[in-house]
């Protein structure tokens, strides 16, 4: 009999499925996206659920007992713990953002830098049309899933690519981007936009590979 597609197995293998599927550089339709939350959410509940040797039933209460769980994890439970805390880390808007880079993609960025001519500062605002890419739901909201992917370690800026200039100019007519930039030179009158590259951080591509390592696994 072929596994039940509502065991945690069977969840992780359509969900394997369906990132490594998404499309890189078109919009997925709404039933694609609805397919998608329905799995998220039914693998959250049965990971949830679990409460074996080795794991924990709800969120860690002290140090003390992480580490006495430690001591009766194999390493498949304990590999899939940290996914277990990876998924909760990253909504399914964000899990598509991921899934364009997973190829090894690289999308034009803008990023605005707090700093003037002779010091770069702090990254205030990014902007990409990964969003659009990758066919997330709210596309408003793009510079929030990048602000929170690269401060998880998942993404890294790497410099101007000349191949995609067009795509660089582009973005910087963008409406989006020129209203941040405007609010953001009111307390920042020296702000440097920058020329940058997304693509998948070292970290990202390894969180990237227990994500399918556990989904593989559980599929066999």
């Known amino acids: 009999m ?16 369906l990132l490594l599927q998404l499309p890189p550089v078109q919009r997925a339709d709404e039933r694609l996206h609805q397919v998608e939350h329905d799995v998220l959410q039914s693998l959250k509940e049965r990971l949830e659920a679990l409460d074996t040797p080795g794991e924990l039933a709800g969120p860690p209460e002290s140090l003390g007992q992480l ?16 996914v277990r ?3 909760a880390g990253v909504s399914a808007d964000e899990a598509r953002i991921l899934a364009a880079l997973s190829d090894g993609s690289a999308f034009p960025m803008l990023s605005l830098y707090s700093g003037g001519r002779f010091s770069r500062g702090q990254v205030l605002y990014r902007y990409s049309n990964i969003g659009r890419a990758a066919g997330v739901q709210c596309t408003d909201m793009t510079a929030y899933y990048l602000h929170r992917l690269f401060q998880q370690g998942w993404v890294l800026a790497t410099g101007f690519e000349e191949a995609k200039r ?4 582009l973005l910087e007519g963008d409406s989006s981007f020129r209203k941040a930039m405007v609010q953001l030179k009111q307390h920042w009158p020296k702000i440097k936009p920058q020329r940058e590259t997304l693509r998948f951080s070292p970290l990202g591509n390894q969180l990237w590979e227990q994500l399918m390592a556990v989904a593989d696994g559980e599929e066999e």
Not at 2 to 17: C, I, N, V
Not at 67 to 82: F, G, P
Not at 166 to 169: I, W
């Open 2 to 17: 072929s596994e039940s597609t509502l065991s945690p197995a069977g969840l992780r293998a359509k969900l394997q499925q």
């Open 67 to 82: 580490l006495d769980v430690s001591l009766d994890q194999s390493q498949a439970q304990a590999q899939t713990m940290l």
């Open 85 to 87: 805390q990876i998924l």
């Open 166 to 169: 067009t795509d660089y100019e």
